[in-house]
């Protein structure tokens, strides 16, 4: 099992910036890849950013060039830096862990952080 913290989120104006954390513990050790998705009233969950064990890392058309997903294997974080933030951001943003082996996948949750974004 893998435990997931997220932090950071909070109200900002449209244009700054926020820096959401996720801390893991737990068996970590198996994970093949990480994200951060987004979840918006009355939408369906998004994908926002990956970045897999190898490193490689990918984005939403919506927040490419504006969002960076990166990780310390470490400390066992996961962050995502957000910057010239919109009032189209403003969701509860979701850490996730997955494992991946032949046929399965086992996804990992954090309890959410809310990001709100004003104009």
């Known amino acids: 099992q893998v435990q997931l913290v997220e932090s950071g989120g909070g109200l900002v104006q449209a244009g700054g910036s926020l820096r959401l954390s996720c801390a893991a513990s737990?068996?970590?050790?198996?994970?093949?890849?990480m994200g951060w998705y987004r979840q918006a009233p009355g939408k369906q969950r998004e994908l926002v950013a990956t970045i897999t064990s190898g490193g490689a890392t990918d984005y939403a058309d919506s927040v490419q060039g504006r969002f960076t997903i990166s990780r310390d294997n470490v400390k066992n974080m996961l962050y995502l830096q957000m910057n010239s933030l919109k009032p189209e951001d403003t969701a509860v943003y979701y850490c996730?862990?997955?494992?991946?082996?032949?046929?399965?996948?086992?996804?990992?949750w954090g309890q959410g952080t809310q990001v709100t974004v004003s104009s």
């Open positions: 737990g068996s970590t050790f198996s994970i093949n890849g």
């Open positions: 996730n862990f997955h494992r991946t082996v032949p046929s399965r996948r086992y996804d990992f």
